[in-house]
Structure formats: structure tokens, C-alpha cells
């Protein structure tokens, strides 16, 4: 074998008690034995009770077998009645699967995924899915289409909130600690509920940010940026993937051969099931793929969906045995990977869900403090002028609190939120009064009705208060439903009059405050400068009021990183940190200010290099990017070894100090780079991060272990490999750090040398 190549490991694919689950494939043989050609086709499809009440729509549909799984009943005895009617009415008794798209959070509701990545703390990301899993398992759902790994580098695309944003490695060490959250270190553990990696693979490059729209993406991109996620919640156990809307290449995701066999089972051997998106496979057919259901049932079988999501066309698939255009050897992996996960849920020993009212009180308690936690470590302050923030509570007398989103208990909450409850929900100004009481007055005007609003008339108003008030706080973004699956937008600024809001509070001539809760980046330029400071709240969750008040008023230091690129304006998408750096990129020399450009300019004096005319060159806020309210130096940036083999590995090591008077966490980021390898590599990768948290004046050696497995990349000859040569380093917080090394990985020869 090359030594270029990397040595197989063992993938921990075993999970952590040794189990993948074929201690059951004797119940699950002897079961596939007894059970019909229908019966098989009926573990492979996936009820939806759309209309009336889920035991008469689905009723027969269980007795005869016909539906192993439901989606979308989240009354615990209307599913305790569902599974006795599959377990004691049906021939075979086989209980059923329960989704629903516990995405973050259930009654309680968490940060979007998005705001969750900002933390960089798989810790409270874990948490976080436990404690929805704590929750929705009590209602008798077994089942989350949950983590979405899409990596997302368009803030056009709706589902950028639901990503874990534009960052591979972030990505999938996050993901990773959803599906520990959600399936627990025991599937069959009464609040453990099956995850879902999603969608396979490649969505989040739709074309323009248009959800569903067509993704072209070569395999060395797709290898080296869209699988990885889905390889890490692999090797991590998760019990099922589901297939992308979206065609790759020109072919579906959800009739996919290449990803659904190739990838996923000769390359990755995953046992685990896949599930279509909802109605992705008839949708084969408007695709254009196919000339209809039988054709569609076909094609996505045969590729190697196991589980069709809501639509039946899988009701053709015992024709399609009969008439030799499928084998039944197809139909049994599908049902063996399908069983084996209700095997391993214990599904067939407790198919029921006990009243655990009492459980659920408690997880209630801790799920509001993860909330609350996970809330605070996601906001990212973005600028901080003159450290207009926090507030001192004892200089500041009043506070005008000014905007749609200061009290919106139910947008707040972001989208995907089908059991979120309102009703739990804490908004901004209500944590701001419940932290502040009557020390601060709170002049509280909405000025605008929604986010959208293009209704001035209580401006004057708003900017009165803001007048009489030492210091205005204005809450500002979008409403939840401007985010999500199918609602992208084509301009991301501040929706409707939310930018002459700003413009008018800034007359008052006190400082301005902006809070943003948003499901996306937001391009910012047209009122950057006319705040003092922006603190990003996402969409914060159930707790979000009390983590924005923590915030304000320094109870907490900000400390959440961003996730993605913040582009200036919406013509620079797609912008990312982790872009390659091109023949001609740009520098200093690219700046040019295009109202300044001379009448008759000859065609070469502006600068040849990958720039805009009309736009500064760099993002409004770079990946990484998250400022605190004290200050951390870093210094002593040195490697364990100036050189490594092949299969070697080395220890990067920084000393970060608190200088300042605050004690708080600061996220430090490792970024890697290959400046001369057979492809072109991206000008830096995220590699590593740690979250440390330092009292004032306190000083901590960070260090990182680095493997040569971590500099491998998919290469010419469709296979990683890993190249010798000189790698760069650099660590800080942020993606912009200038303080790096460097060292050596020698080849082979060098090493024996
Ligand atoms: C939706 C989404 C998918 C979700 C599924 C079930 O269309 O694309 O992410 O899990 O249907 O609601």
C-alpha cells in the first residue's frame, strides 16, 4: 500500500458497548422467514396520519402490516394505542418507529442549530439533544430526523439556520454530539430516541440559495467538504441517514447509486437504514428522472432507499419483485437494516410508552437550564464600540427597549419547531425586567409591528423614548417564519423599515444597541456603523430573553464564535473562510472604492486580482469571529516537533491569558494549511478548537494533538492520501488569527533518512 495512503482504522463503528446490533440478526432472520413479500414491503414504508385521527387513518394499515413506522404523533396514548394495534393486531406483532423532527429541542425549545454551532461546544450541543430526547421520548416518539449536517455556505438558503454552518470539521463534531444526545450510550434506554444524519448529501450547495434547487458539485468537493459529516455521525453510531431532495450531477440523491451503495455501504460498510425525504421519491419523477411511481420505486429501491418517507410508491416494489426488476435480496437488506434498529431501540421487548409525567417535571427543569445555557454560549457579540456593553447597571437610570423582536416569545424560537410551546418561551424584555426590576426604567416600544413591516408611524415614538433614555437597545432580525425549509430569501438585509428604524434611533444621539435574532447571517453593512455594538442572538430558543439579559448586563460574557461568514453585501455569496486562494487573490491592492474610479480608467489600473469593484474584498465578519467583554492574549504559539513522519503526530501548544477584568470563555481555533500539494487546498481549515474559560489575569496552555491522519485529503486519484511537504499552522479566535508556525511531514524515505 502507497504510504500516501491512509491505514484503515478501526472506525469505532462497534459504538461504545461493542454492539453493532448482530447479536439480534437471529430474531431478525428467523423473523424474515416468516414474513410475506407484503409484509417486507410494509416495514419499508412510513405512515402519515394527514388526515383525522391516527388510529382510524392508519388503523388497517397496521393490522395488514402495510406501514412499519409513523411520523408525526406526538400524543403518548394516541402511540401507545398505534403500537398495540401493530403489536397485538397485526400477524407478526413487529413494533413500530415514531418520527418527528425533534431538530432542537421539543416543548423546550434550544437555540437553532446554527445559533448551537456558534457555542463550539459539543458539550451543550449534547446536552441539548438529551434533554429533547428526555422529552420527546416521554410522548412515545423513538425516532429524530436529526442532526442536518448539510454544510451551508449560502445565508440565502432557509435551512442555513437548521445547518451546523459552513465548516466541515465544526460540523461534524457537533453532529457527533447530537447523535450521542439523542440515542444516549443505549438505544434501548426508555429516553433514547434513534437519530437521523441529513440530507444525503450535498443540499446545502442548491443553486442561489433556492431550497431544492439543483446542486453540481464535483466528487473532490464533495469528499473533501459535504461527506465528512456524514462519516463522522457514521462512525458514531447513527441508527439511520435520509436522503437529500435535491439531484447531484445530475442524479437525485434519492435514486443516488453512488452515494446510497458505492459511499455509504462498499466504502463506509454502514448497517444502518436510509429513509427518503418526504415524497422525494415520487418526486423522482418531476425531477425528471423517472416517468412515474413504479419507475420512481424502482429507481430509489434499486439505488438503495430503504424507507420510503409519507408517499407509497413503494406499494409497486412487489410487482417489481415479481417481475424479476428487483430482488428480494434487496427487499430483505433493506427490512434486516430496518429491524435491527427497532431491535436495538428494545422496541420489540417495551413497544410502550409509560406515563412518566413525574420524568418529564424533572427533564423540564434541566432542559430550561441547558436551554439557558446553550442560549447564552451561542450569541456571538460581533462589535462592541467603545465597550458600550455591558451595561452598567448602576450608571445606567433608563433603557429604552426598541423593536419587533424585543418581545416575541414564539419568533424567537426559530424555525422547526413544530412542539415548540410559546408559553415556556422567555423573551428579551421580559428577561431584561425580570433581571433588572426597578432599578432600571424600561421604555419598551415595538415601533414596528413584525420584522417585515414597512409601517413607520410609531418611529416618532420610539425615538422619544430613545431620547429620555440613557441608552437604546434595539431588537431587531427576522420573524421565524423568514427561515427555514423552503424560505430562503434573495436579499438578506434587515426586512421591511428596519434599517430607517435604526437611523432614526441613532438621532437621539445616545448609544444604540443592536440585539439580532435571525435564522441566518444578515448582510449588516446598511447600519454597521450606525450602532455601537451588535450582539447576534440567532434565534436564541425557549430561554433566550434571560440569556439576552445575562448578556446585556454582564451577568455573562459573550463568548459564541460564528459559524459561518457574515458576507458585506448579498453579491459576495458564496463567501467562506476555507476558500481556496486562486492564482491571482486578492490583497491591499484590491480595495477600491468604485464611485472613486476615474472616468476612461485604462483596463489594468484597478488591480487584476479576485475582487469586487463595488465591495470591500473580505466578509463583513469572518468564520471564527465573536468578541468578548474581556481581552485574551495569545503568545508562545510552538509545535512539540519541527517535523513528522507519516502516521506521526505532534503537539501544538499556545499560552492564553485573561489580561483583562473579566472572567470568561474564550473558543480557541487551530487552522491548518497545505501550501503546496497535487490539488489545491483551502487557504486555511479549522482543525481543532477548545473553549476555556479563564478568570482575570489568569494564564492556561492550550494545546492540541495534531495526527498526519488530520492533513489527508481526497485527491487526483479519487483516494486520501496524505502529501509530505511543509504545513502552516495558525491559532487564535478567529479565523483571521496571524499567529502561526509551521512544520515539516516528512515522506517516508525523508523519515528513514
Ligand atoms: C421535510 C424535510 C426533512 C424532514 C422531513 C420530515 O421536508 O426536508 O428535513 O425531516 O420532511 O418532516
Known amino acids: 500500500m502507497s504510504s500516501n495512503l491512509i491505514e484503515k482504522k478501526p472506525d469505532g463503528r462497534e459504538g461504545r458497548d461493542g454492539d453493532r446490533g448482530h447479536h439480534h440478526d437471529q430474531r431478525i432472520a428467523s423473523l424474515l422467514e416468516q414474513m410475506s413479500l407484503e409484509e417486507k414491503i410494509g416495514q419499508m414504508m412510513l405512515?402519515?396520519?394527514?388526515?383525522?385521527?391516527?388510529?382510524?387513518?392508519?388503523?388497517?394499515?397496521?393490522?395488514?402490516?402495510?406501514?412499519?413506522?409513523?411520523?408525526?404523533?406526538?400524543?403518548?396514548?394516541?402511540?401507545?394505542?398505534?403500537?398495540?394495534?401493530?403489536?397485538?393486531?397485526?400477524?407478526?406483532?413487529?413494533p413500530l418507529l415514531v418520527g418527528r423532527d425533534v431538530i432542537h429541542g421539543f416543548q423546550t425549545v434550544m437555540p437553532i442549530p446554527l445559533g448551537q454551532a456558534a457555542s463550539f461546544n459539543p458539550d451543550i450541543v449534547r446536552d441539548a439533544a438529551r434533554a429533547a430526547a428526555e422529552e420527546a421520548s416521554a410522548t412515545g416518539v423513538n425516532w429524530t430526523y436529526a442532526p442536518m449536517v448539510d454544510i451551508s455556505r449560502d445565508p440565502r438558503w432557509g435551512r442555513i439556520a437548521e445547518s451546523l454552518g459552513e465548516d466541515p470539521f465544526l460540523t461534524a463534531e457537533l453532529a457527533v454530539a447530537m447523535v450521542e444526545g439523542f440515542q444516549g450510550k443505549n438505544l434501548a434506554a426508555p429516553d433514547a430516541i434513534a437519530a437521523c444524519a441529513k440530507h444525503f448529501a450535498g443540499y446545502g450547495a442548491s443553486e442561489s440559495g433556492r431550497d431544492y434547487a439543483t446542486t453540481n458539485i464535483p466528487e473532490n468537493e464533495l469528499r473533501n467538504v459535504y461527506l465528512p459529516p456524514f462519516k463522522s455521525c457514521i462512525d458514531a453510531g447513527v441508527a439511520s441517514?435520509?436522503?437529500?431532495?435535491?439531484?447531484?450531477?445530475?442524479?437525485?440523491?434519492?435514486?443516488?447509486?453512488?452515494?446510497?451503495?458505492?459511499?455509504?455501504?462498499?466504502?463506509?460498510?454502514?448497517?444502518?437504514?436510509?429513509?427518503?425525504?418526504?415524497?422525494?421519491?415520487?418526486?423522482?419523477?418531476?425531477?425528471?428522472?423517472?416517468?412515474?411511481?413504479?419507475?420512481?420505486?424502482?429507481?430509489?429501491?434499486?439505488?438503495?432507499?430503504?424507507?420510503?418517507?409519507?408517499?407509497?410508491?413503494?406499494?409497486?416494489?412487489?410487482?417489481?419483485?415479481?417481475?424479476?426488476?428487483?430482488?428480494?435480496?434487496?427487499?430483505?437488506?433493506?427490512?434486516?437494516?430496518?429491524?435491527?434498529?427497532?431491535?436495538?431501540?428494545?422496541?420489540?421487548?417495551?413497544?410502550?410508552?409509560?406515563?412518566?409525567?413525574?420524568?418529564?417535571?424533572?427533564?423540564?427543569?434541566?432542559?430550561?437550564?441547558?436551554?439557558?445555557?446553550?442560549?447564552?454560549q451561542s450569541m456571538v457579540l460581533l462589535k462592541n464600540d467603545d465597550e458600550v456593553l455591558p451595561l452598567d447597571s448602576e450608571r445606567i437610570a433608563s433603557v429604552a427597549v426598541i423593536g419587533p423582536l424585543a418581545d416575541a416569545p414564539y419568533e424567537q424560537l426559530g424555525t422547526w419547531i413544530f412542539d415548540g410551546d410559546p408559553d415556556l418561551s422567555v423573551s428579551a424584555v421580559q428577561g431584561i425586567r425580570a433581571l433588572v426590576g426597578d432599578?432600571?426604567?424600561?421604555?419598551?416600544?415595538?415601533?414596528?409591528?413584525?420584522?417585515?413591516?414597512?409601517?413607520?408611524?410609531?418611529?416618532?415614538?420610539?425615538?422619544?423614548?430613545?431620547?429620555?433614555?440613557?441608552?437604546?437597545?434595539?431588537?431587531?432580525?427576522?420573524?421565524?417564519?423568514?427561515?427555514?425549509?423552503?424560505?430562503?430569501?434573495?436579499?438578506?438585509?434587515l426586512p421591511g423599515a428596519q434599517a430607517e428604524l435604526v437611523r432614526r434611533i441613532r438621532q437621539a444621539g445616545k448609544p444604540v444597541v443592536a440585539v439580532i435574532l435571525a435564522g441566518r447571517p444578515l448582510t449588516l453593512s446598511n447600519i454597521v456603523d450606525d450602532v455601537d455594538a451588535i450582539l447576534y442572538a440567532w434565534h436564541p430558543g425557549s430561554m433566550g430573553g434571560p440569556a439576552i439579559a445575562d448578556l446585556l448586563f454582564g451577568i455573562e460574557s459573550p463568548s459564541g464564535k460564528l459559524p459561518v461568514t457574515f458576507p458585506r453585501v448579498v453579491g459576495q455569496i458564496p463567501i467562506y473562510y476555507n476558500q481556496k486562494r486562486g492564482g491571482k487573490p486578492p490583497g491591499p491592492d484590491s480595495i477600491v472604492h468604485i464611485d472613486d474610479i476615474p472616468v476612461r480608467a485604462p483596463q489594468t489600473s484597478l488591480g487584476m486580482t479576485a475582487f469586487h469593484l463595488d465591495t470591500h474584498y473580505t466578509p463583513l465578519f469572518a468564520f471564527g469571529h465573536g468578541l468578548s467583554y474581556t481581552r485574551f492574549e495569545y503568545d508562545n504559539l510552538r509545535t512539540s516537533a519541527a517535523t513528522i513522519p507519516i502516521g506521526g503526530s505532534l503537539t501544538v501548544s499556545v499560552d492564553l491569558k485573561n489580561t483583562g477584568r473579566i472572567a470568561a470563555d474564550e473558543v480557541v481555533q487551530l487552522y491548518l494549511c497545505d501550501p503546496v500539494a497535487s490539488l489545491t487546498r483551502p487557504v486555511r481549515e479549522l482543525k481543532g478548537f477548545k473553549r476555556v474559560h479563564l478568570e482575570p489575569g489568569q494564564m492556561q496552555t492550550v494545546a492540541f494533538d495534531l495526527h498526519s491522519d488530520m492533513l489527508k485529503f481526497w485527491g487526483r486519484n479519487n483516494e486520501w492520501i496524505v502529501e509530505p511537504g511543509l504545513f502552516q499552522v495558525w491559532v487564535g479566535g478567529s479565523s483571521e488569527t496571524s499567529l502561526g508556525t509551521e512544520f515539516q511531514l516528512l515522506s517516508d524515505r525523508e523519515s528513514d533518512d
Open 439 to 493: 432599578s432600571i426604567q424600561i421604555r419598551h416600544v415595538p415601533a414596528m409591528e413584525t420584522s417585515r413591516s414597512r409601517d413607520t408611524s410609531a418611529f416618532d415614538s420610539a425615538l422619544a423614548a430613545a431620547r429620555e433614555s440613557d441608552i437604546s437597545i434595539l431588537f431587531l432580525g427576522e420573524e421565524s417564519i423568514l427561515s427555514g425549509e423552503a424560505h430562503s430569501r434573495a436579499d438578506i438585509d
Open 47 to 94: 405512515g402519515q396520519p394527514d388526515e383525522g385521527p391516527a388510529p382510524e387513518v392508519l388503523g388497517d394499515l397496521l393490522r395488514n402490516g402495510g406501514i412499519g413506522s409513523v411520523i408525526n404523533v406526538i400524543d403518548r396514548d394516541t402511540v401507545n394505542e398505534l403500537q398495540r394495534i401493530a403489536v397485538e393486531e397485526s400477524r407478526l406483532g413487529i
Open 241 to 376: 441517514l435520509m436522503t437529500s431532495f435535491s439531484d447531484i450531477d445530475g442524479l437525485p440523491a434519492t435514486a443516488n447509486g453512488f452515494l446510497l451503495k458505492q459511499v455509504l455501504r462498499e466504502e463506509w460498510d454502514y448497517e444502518g437504514f436510509v429513509v427518503s425525504d418526504w415524497a422525494s421519491i415520487p418526486e423522482l419523477t418531476t425531477h425528471g428522472l423517472t416517468a412515474d411511481d413504479r419507475g420512481a420505486a424502482l429507481a430509489a429501491a434499486a439505488a438503495g432507499v430503504d424507507m420510503e418517507m409519507a408517499t407509497d410508491t413503494y406499494r409497486h416494489l412487489a410487482d417489481l419483485v415479481n417481475s424479476g426488476k428487483l430482488s428480494v435480496e434487496a427487499i430483505d437488506a433493506a427490512v434486516t437494516r430496518i429491524l435491527r434498529i427497532k431491535f436495538q431501540l428494545g422496541l420489540f421487548d417495551q413497544p410502550y410508552t409509560d406515563a412518566r409525567d413525574e420524568r418529564a417535571k424533572d427533564v423540564r427543569g434541566r432542559a430550561f437550564e441547558i436551554a439557558r445555557k446553550a442560549a447564552t
